[in-house]
C-alpha cells in the first residue's frame, strides 16, 4: 500500500503535475504557439532533473527536504484547470489525426507492441545499465562531489565519462521515491519520452494531411534503432525529445522573434545541451538557423540571439562550467588506459566500426543513415524527396520546415568535417546519426503523403512500402522478446529477476548464479562489462578499464599476470560475447587460455566465466600432432557479401565452394584482391576420434542430433596460431545447444583483436556446455576494411579422452535394416556433375543418393533448403535475419519434442574420397514421415566403416537412407541401421 502511494505520487508529480504547472508558469510564453506547449511538455522530466541536479550541487541542502519541497510546491501551483486540460490536448490533437486515416491501426499496434515491450523487457543495453549504477552511487552520496567517477568507487564501479548527468538525475528523483533497487521509473521515462516526441512530430508536420501527420509517426516509431533504444532504456530517448522540442522552438522564434520567445527559446536550446553532450549541437545549429532564416534586421539586432544565448548557457551551460573548474575541459571523457599503446583502443575502435578507410568513413559514418538498413531501415532514402520538396518551394515553405532541414545539412556538414579532420567524434556511433530521426521523419512525412495519393501503381507501392517499413523493426523486435522477454519483469519491483529464470533466455544469467553461491567473503571479479556486473553481479569487482588494472596490462607473463590478480582478490574473470582490446592485446587473453592457472567454468549465450585456480594444475588439453590433422578451410564469401549484408542485414546467399583441404600450416584472409574472404571455418579430422572441431561451411548441414563425438565430448579444445600483416581477426565457437525442441547455436567470442606487421600469438580455449551436440571453430576476418593477415603455425589440443572400450566401435546391435551396394538410387545428372562406372563426383548441395525405400519429396528438399539458409545465417549470426524469423522457422519446420526417444547407430562401410551427410529417414508413429540428420562422415581411400548414432522417437518405423555431400572414387558396401549394443 505504502509503495502504491509513493508510485502514485511519484507519476502524477513527474508526468501530470510538473507539466500543468509548467504550462502556468510559462503562460506567455506558451500561449501563442502550440509548439512551445508541446516543447514545455514534452521537457517537463529534464526540467525536473535540473532542478536535482542544482540541488545536489549544494552541499549543505538537505536533499530529502529539498524534494519534498518540490513535490509540495508542483502539487499546488498545479490545481489550475485551464492548465491541465491545455496539457491533454497537446497530445489529443497530435493523435487525433491518426483516427481519421486507414494507417490508425498499424500505428496504434506499434504503439502497444512497443509498450508491451516496455513492460516486459529486463534491462541489457549496456549503457543504460551503467547510467542506473551511476545514479545508485551519486543517491546513495547524496552528492554530485563523487561525479564522473573517476577513481573506482568501494564497490568498483568506474565511470569516468563526464556527460551533463540529466538522466541519472531524473534516476535520482525516482530513487526518492521508490527506492534503489526500483528501475520502473526508467521505463515510465522512456515512454513518456515516446509519446511526447510522437506529438511533437505531429505537430511539426508542415502538410497538416492526416495521411502525413500519421505517416510521421509511423516513420518514428518504426525506426528499428530507435526503438532498440526505448525497450533498452537508453538515454538517447530523452535527449532525442529535448533536440526536436529545441528545433521547434527555434521554428517559433523565426516566425516570431520575440524577447519572450527568444528566452523560452534558449531555455529548451539549455534543455537539449543538459540532456547530452551532443545536445550542444542543438545550440550551434540554431544560431545558424538565426542566421540563414532570421528577420531581415538579424545582422544588426543583436538583442534576440544575445537573449537565447544567455539563456541557453544559464540552463545547459552549468555542468559544463563544472567540467570546465574540474578538469580544464568542457567534457572530459578520456579513460587513461585507453591511450596505453599495448592498448591502442582507437584503432580497435576503428576496425570494429568499419571507420578504417576514408570510403568506409563516409559510407558506414557520413552516410550510415543510407547504409545501415537493419538499423535505420529506408527513413534517409525518403528523406531525399522530403528535402527536394522543402528547397523546391523554400520561400512557401513553413519556418519548422526550413529550421529542420538547416538542421540536416548542418549535421552532414560537420560530419563531413570531421572525416576531413581524421576524426571519429561525430561519426563513430551510429547512435548520433540518430539524433536526426524525428526530423527526418517530420520532412518525410509529406513526399510520403504525396506519394499515397497520386497514381494507382504509385499508391499501391508506397502503401507496400509504408506496410513493409515497420516490418523490420517488429521483426527485430519479436526475436528480442522471444530471447529475452519475460512476464516476470511487469511486476518486478527489483531487477535481479533474470537471472533466476528456469528458461535462462538471459545472457549469463548461470554464470551470475554461479558467482552468487561460489564467491568468498572479500573475493572479487574481473570484469570486461562492468554494466551487467553491477546489476546482476554478486559482490565487488574490478573493471576492465580500471586506472588500477594497468600494470597488468604491461605483463607479458601469465604466471605474472596470475600472481598480480590473485594478490588482489580476484577469484573469477566475466567475459562477454564481445571483448575489447584490453583482454585481446593484453597478458589476460593468454592466461585464459592457460589450463593449469585458470579453470573455464562455463559459458552461457556467448558469456564465458573463469576461475583463477590458487596453485597450478596439471595441463589437461594436451597437443596433438600437425601430421595427425587433416585441416579444411572454406571460403565464406568476399566483399559484395560484405556490401549485402551491410545494405539488408541478410547474408550474401552465393558462396564458393571449398577453398583448399588438406594438410595446411598457414592460411590467408585477405579483403583486398584475389583471393577475397572475410571468414574461414576450421575442420580438423583425427584419426579414429572422428571431427575433433566441426566448421564445414555451406555444404555443412549442421546435425539435429549429437553426431560430432564418438567418443565422450572433450573438456577443453584449444588452438593456437601466429597472425601476422593488416586487418582485424576474431575467433568464434559456434555451439549448437539441444533445447526442448531442437537445437540452438550459441556464439562464443573466444579471441578477437588487431593484427599488424608485428607476429602475433594467438591462444584460445573452448568448452562445450553440458548440453552441446555440436560446435565449431570459426576463424574471421571483421570489418570491412582491406585487410590480408597471414596464419601460420596452426596447433589444436583436446583434453584426453578415456580409452574405448574393445570393441565398442565395432560392435554391432540387432539389424533393423540394412541395403547392399546395389540398393542405392544415384541422383541423375540434375545433381551428379560426372559419373561413370567407378567413379561419381557429386557437386551440389542437394547431391543426393539414397536407398529404395527414400521418399524425398516436397516437404524434405523444402527443409533441406531451410536447413542450408540456417547453416548460412548461423555462420553469420550477427544477421538480424536469422535472430527474426528463427521462432518462426522453429514454429513452422520443427515438431514438438516427443514422449520418449529410442537411440540407434547407421553403420556405413565406404571408401573414396570426400564427404556426404547422412540423413534418416522415418515413420513417426503417428504416421507421418521425418528425417534427421545422423551426422557426417568422412571417406578414406581403405574401405572403412563408420557408425553414427542418432536417436529418434519411441515406435519410428519404416527407415531408408539418403546421402548428401560430394565424393570422388565411391564405394559404398554395405548400410545398416542397428539397435545401439549393450556397452555393459
Known amino acids: 500500500m505504502i509503495y502504491a502511494a509513493k508510485l502514485s505520487c511519484f507519476i502524477a508529480i513527474t508526468f501530470a503535475c510538473l507539466p500543468t504547472a509548467l504550462l502556468r508558469i510559462f503562460h506567455r510564453a506558451t500561449q501563442e504557439s502550440k509548439f512551445n506547449a508541446a516543447a514545455l511538455i514534452a521537457t517537463s522530466p529534464l526540467i525536473l532533473s535540473l532542478l536535482i541536479y542544482i540541488s545536489y550541487n549544494i552541499p549543505f541542502l538537505n536533499k530529502n527536504a529539498f524534494i519534498y519541497i518540490l513535490a509540495a510546491s508542483i502539487f499546488a501551483i498545479s490545481f489550475h484547470r485551464d492548465s491541465f486540460l491545455r496539457f491533454l490536448s497537446i497530445y489529443r490533437d497530435a493523435f487525433s489525426y491518426a483516427a481519421e486515416t486507414k494507417f490508425k491501426y498499424l500505428l496504434y499496434f506499434i504503439l502497444l507492441f512497443i509498450t508491451f515491450q516496455i513492460a516486459t523487457m529486463p534491462f541489457f543495453e549496456n549503457d543504460s545499465i551503467e547510467y542506473m549504477a551511476v545514479a545508485k552511487n551519486i543517491f546513495q552520496q547524496a552528492s554530485l562531489s563523487g561525479y564522473p567517477i573517476t577513481t573506482a568507487a568501494e564497490n568498483g564501479l568506474f565511470a569516468p565519462p563526464s556527460h551533463p548527468p540529466a538522466y541519472h538525475m531524473y534516476i535520482v528523483w525516482g530513487y526518492h521515491w521508490l527506492g534503489a533497487e526500483s528501475f520502473l521509473p526508467a521505463r515510465l521515462l522512456v515512454l513518456y519520452c515516446l509519446i511526447s516526441t510522437m506529438a511533437l512530430v505531429a505537430i511539426a508536420v508542415p502538410d497538416r494531411r492526416p495521411i502525413a501527420v500519421t505517416g510521421a509517426m509511423i516513420l518514428l516509431i518504426a525506426s528499428p534503432l530507435y526503438v532498440t533504444m526505448i525497450v533498452g532504456y537508453h538515454i538517447d530517448p530523452l535527449r ?43 545550440i550551434a545549429f540554431g544560431g545558424a538557423s538565426w542566421l540563414l532564416l532570421g528577420p531581415p534586421d538579424r545582422f544588426r539586432n543583436l538583442r534576440i540571439p544575445l537573449i537565447v544565448g544567455m539563456a541557453a548557457l544559464l540552463v545547459g551551460g552549468l555542468h559544463y562550467f563544472r567540467n570546465l573548474y574540474l578538469f580544464g575541459t568542457p567534457i572530459h571523457d578520456s579513460v587513461p588506459i585507453w591511450d596505453m599503446p599495448e592498448i591502442d583502443f582507437y584503432t580497435d575502435q576503428r576496425y570494429r566500426r568499419d571507420l578504417m578507410t576514408v570510403t568506409d568513413r563516409m559510407a558506414f559514418g557520413l552516410f550510415r543513415g543510407f547504409t545501415e538498413l537493419p538499423q535505420f531501415s529506408l527513413l534517409f532514402w525518403l528523406l531525399v524527396p522530403g528535402l527536394w520538396l522543402v528547397l523546391r518551394k523554400w520561400r512557401a515553405a513553413k519556418p519548422v520546415s526550413k529550421v529542420f532541414a538547416v538542421w540536416i545539412c548542418c549535421y552532414f556538414l560537420m560530419a563531413g568535417l570531421t572525416i576531413l579532420l581524421r576524426t571519429d567524434l561525430v561519426i563513430k556511433n551510429a547512435r548520433y546519426m540518430m539524433t536526426l530521426v524525428p526530423l527526418a521523419a517530420v520532412l518525410a512525412a509529406p513526399a510520403l503523403a504525396t506519394a499515397l495519393t497520386r497514381g494507382r501503381w504509385l499508391r499501391i507501392s508506397t502503401t507496400a512500402l509504408l506496410l513493409i517499413f515497420p516490418g523490420w523493426m517488429l521483426l527485430q523486435s519479436a526475436a528480442r522478446l522471444s530471447n529475452l522477454g519475460s512476464r516476470v519483469d511487469l511486476a518486478t519491483i527489483g531487477e535481479r529477476a533474470p537471472i533466476y529464470r528456469a528458461s535462462d533466455r538471459f545472457p549469463g544469467a548461470p554464470l551470475y548464479r554461479y558467482i552468487e553461491s561460489h564467491l568468498k567473503p572479500g573475493e572479487r571479479t574481473l570484469v570486461f562489462r562492468q554494466a551487467d ?268 579422452v578415456p580409452p574405448r572400450a574393445e570393441g565398442t566401435q565395432a560392435s554391432r546391435g540387432t539389424t533393423i535394416a540394412d541395403w547392399s551396394h546395389t540398393a542405392l538410387v544415384f541422383a541423375d545428372g540434375t545433381f551428379a556433375t560426372y559419373r561413370s562406372t567407378d567413379e561419381t563426383r557429386f557437386w551440389g548441395r542437394t547431391s543426393r543418393i539414397s536407398t529404395e525405400g527414400f521418399t ?113 572414387n565411391l564405394t559404398i558396401k554395405h548400410l545398416s541401421i542397428e539397435d545401439i549394443p549393450d556397452r555393459r
Open 240 to 282: 532525442l525529445t529535448a533536440f526536436i522540442a529545441a528545433a521547434v522552438a527555434v521554428a517559433s522564434l523565426i516566425e516570431k522573434p520575440t524577447t519572450t520567445q527568444a528566452a523560452f527559446t534558449g531555455g529548451l536550446l539549455g534543455l537539449a545541451a543538459f540532456a547530452h553532450s551532443i545536445g550542444i549541437l542543438a
Open 856 to 968: 524425398p519429396g516436397l516437404s524434405f528438399l523444402l527443409r533441406s533448403r531451410l536447413e542450408d539458409l540456417r547453416t548460412t545465417l548461423e555462420n553469420y549470426p550477427q544477421s538480424t535475419i536469422y535472430s527474426s524469423v528463427r521462432p518462426a522457422y522453429d514454429l513452422l519446420f520443427r515438431h514438438a519434442a516427443p514422449n520418449g526417444w529410442q537411440e540407434r547407430q547407421a553403420r556405413v562401410d565406404a571408401s573414396g574420397s570426400g564427404f556426404f551427410t547422412l540423413y534418416i529417414q522415418y515413420a513417426m508413429p503417428d504416421g507421418r514421415v521425418d528425417w534427421i540428420s545422423a551426422g557426417r562422415f568422412f571417406l578414406t581411400p581403405d574401405a572403412q566403416e563408420t557408425v553414427l548414432p542418432f536417436k529418434v522417437p519411441r515406435g519410428a518405423s519404416n527407415y531408408a537412407l539418403a546421402f548428401i555431400g560430394e565424393a570422388r
Open 533 to 800: 556486473f553491477t546489476l546482476y553481479g554478486t559482490g565487488p569487482w574490478l573493471d576492465n578499464f580500471d586506472n588500477a588494472v594497468e600494470p597488468l596490462y604491461r605483463m607479458t607473463d601469465v604466471a605474472e599476470a596470475h600472481a598480480w590478480l590473485r594478490a588482489r582478490n580476484i577469484r573469477f574473470i566475466l567475459l562477454p560475447n564481445y571483448h575489447w582490446p584490453t583482454y585481446s592485446r593484453t597478458v589476460v587473453s593468454d592466461l585464459i587460455a592457460d589450463q593449469t592457472l585458470v579453470d573455464e567454468i562455463g559459458n552461457h549465450r556467448g558469456y564465458r566465466l573463469f576461475a583463477l585456480r590458487d596453485n597450478p594444475a596439471p595441463a589437461t588439453c594436451h597437443p596433438i600432432p600437425a601430421s595427425d590433422i587433416d585441416l579444411s578451410i572454406w571460403q565464406l564469401g568476399g566483399s559484395w557479401t560484405k556490401l549485402a549484408r551491410s545494405l539488408t542485414g541478410i547474408p550474401f546467399l552465393n558462396f564458393d565452394l571449398i577453398r583448399s583441404t588438406g594438410t595446411v600450416s598457414a592460411a590467408f584472409l585477405s579483403g583486398s584482391g584475389s583471393p577475397s574472404s572475410d571468414s574461414l571455418l576450421l575442420a580438423a579430422n583425427h584419426g579414429a576420434d572422428q571431427i575433433l572441431a566441426t566448421g564445414l561451411g555451406p555444404l555443412d548441414l549442421p546435425p539435429r542430433t549429437s553426431w560430432s563425438q564418438q567418443v565422450p565430448a572433450p573438456n577443453t579444445v584449444g588452438i593456437t596460431a601466429t597472425a601476422q600483416g593488416e586487418g582485424f581477426l576474431a575467433i568464434d565457437a559456434i555451439e549448437y545447444v539441444q533445447r526442448t525442441v531442437g537445437v540452438e547455436p550459441q556464439v562464443a567470442r573466444l579471441w578477437d583483436g588487431v593484427i599488424d606487421k608485428d607476429p602475433r600469438h594467438i591462444k584460445a580455449r573452448f568448452t562445450p556446455g553440458p548440453n552441446t551436440v555440436d560446435f565449431r571453430i570459426a576463424i574471421r576476418k571483421v570489418g570491412r576494411a582491406p585487410s590480408n593477415i597471414a596464419l601460420s603455425d596452426f596447433a589444436l589440443c583436446r583434453t584426453a
